[in-house]
């Protein structure tokens, strides 16, 4: 499958052929959705390595983990003696604080790296670290990087420990797209057969690019939605659909996907002003009236109020961003314990 | 049953070969019907009873125990259904996945707990259904209802209502269902 572009105005129209001609330089697509039953698994780097089977196996498992943050006491022995360490080259709320609560509900010990309290300051290597960081005897490494990539390394240094991509760049983030995939299928029951509209700063999203991955992986279909600047030079093997118009797309969407509009990415004049994307593809109040009723609104935080998102539709009730953080600590525990305890294949 | 234990365990996917019938259908629901009966006794009625039904095997066998009581005493008790999966002391030393997640029902502070499980065999399972349990509430007491007592207990655990002691050979298998129980070998695939 290839991206359909649909584009609206000539500007639109001479982007798309930019598009067409990057293609031909830089084949490298977004990844393919891995179909192979894969061994056993020690890490967890890309959406793409999990393919479906393992996608709905932590779906699955989410659902116990779910219940077990529901009970009195959150808390199971699981992964007792194990300790996980969050080494964070980025700064992170959510993914950090969700992966910490995560490891301590299911009694592993954690340990936190920050870059600006560490030898890193004193020039050490990231290999020196991470070797560093294992020689301590640790299970598992969060790793969040602005480099794409940084994580598929970190794995090659590492000998037992398993890591985990929390971020990683403009590349991928799988465990935001699961616990997105876990929100939808929550309120909606399934993915299979949603259409499902993606806004936003697409390019330097790795939410967008693992999301693409996980959505169509169950069957939903996906439409990216954003200004030309903000769409990656190359949408080749994208399984999507490309809109240049929000209002076009929202009323037949079931589920809304709002992107963080990333202005610390950005190096160059890719927008005119913040208040024209927020009049052309913002969800102001008018337009998410377009909204059919049950149709969800979702951002992976944080969230830029009055920008991607108006401050009164983030409280609206088929806004489920708080829903997304507290599954994100069940599918964090789900991922964690699939690579830690369980000692089965995931994609058996 | 435990078609995914059977694909966990050693030999790994092995097949469940039936020997010995030991048990027929009308065997299983009159074991079901006498331990209900103990379960009243012992309990002085069923005031404060909740049946907690162990995955996978358990579950099935606790609603149908929950019947019994239920046509006896005309009192329908709370079911609810624990996977120990997360529990378990094998974890790391063998695949260790969770089949369903856990429903228990009511709050378990005051109450008493009967467990109940198919097959009682090295008593770890129940072992590790005694820890979840203390983090729902603190039961007044808790019993143990199982269908088949196979033996070859490797913790200080007993039953409290027994259908049948089955002795066993500690590779043998025991399948427990509606239709009776049989007696078997796994074979490597």
Known sequence: MTA??????DVAQDVAEDVAEDVAESPVPIARLST????????????????????????????????????????????????????????????????????????????SFSVSTSSVKKGESLRDTVETIEAMGIDAIVVRHSAAGVPWQVANWTEGAS????????????????????TIRQQRGRLDGLRIAIVGDIRHSRVARSDVLAFTALGASVTLVAPPTLLPSTLVGWPVDVSYRLEEVLPSCD??????????????????????????YGLTRQRARLLS???????????NRGVEIAAEV???????????????????MSVLYLMLGSGVDLGA | MAERERALTPPYGGVFVPRTKVMDPDDVKRATWRMAHEI????????AVVLIGLQTGGVPFAGRLAEAIDSVSGVMVPIGSLDVAFYRDDIGLRPVLPEAATHIPVDLTGKTVVLVDDVLFTGRTVRAALNALSDYGRARAVQLSVMVDRGHRELPIRPDYVGKNLPTRRDEMVDVSEEGVVLGDVMPR
Request: aromatic residues 4%; contains cysteine; positive net charge.
């Open chain 1, 4 to 9: 359909t572009v649909r584009a609206p105005d």
């Open chain 1, 36 to 111: 192979a039953k894969p061994g056993k698994r020690q890490h967890l780097l890309s959406v793409a390595d999990l393919g479906r089977d393992g996608i709905e196996e932590i779906l699955r498992l989410t659902d116990m983990f779910a219940e077990v943050s529901a009970r009195p006491i959150p808390r199971v022995p699981a992964l007792r003696g194990k300790t996980v360490v969050s080494l964070f080259f980025e700064d992170s709320t959510r993914t950090r604080l969700s992966f910490e609560m995560a490891a301590k509900r299911l009694s592993a010990d954690t340990m």
């Open chain 1, 163 to 182: 890591v985990i991509n929390g971020g990683d760049g403009w590349h991928e983030h799988p465990t935001q797209a699961l616990l997105d995939c876990y």
């Open chain 1, 255 to 280: 589920v809304v996907y709002l992107l963080r509009l990333q202005r610390e990415r950005m190096q160059e004049a890719l927008l005119p002003s913040l208040r024209e994307y927020t009049a052309t």
């Open chain 1, 293 to 303: 009723p049950g149709a969800l609104i979702m951002h992976p935080g944080p969230v």
């Open chain 1, 314 to 332: 983030a409280d609206q009730p088929n806004s489920v961003i708080t829903r997304q953080v507290r599954n994100g600590v069940a599918v964090r």
């Open chain 2, 40 to 47: 009243i006794e012992r309990n002085h009625g069923t005031e």
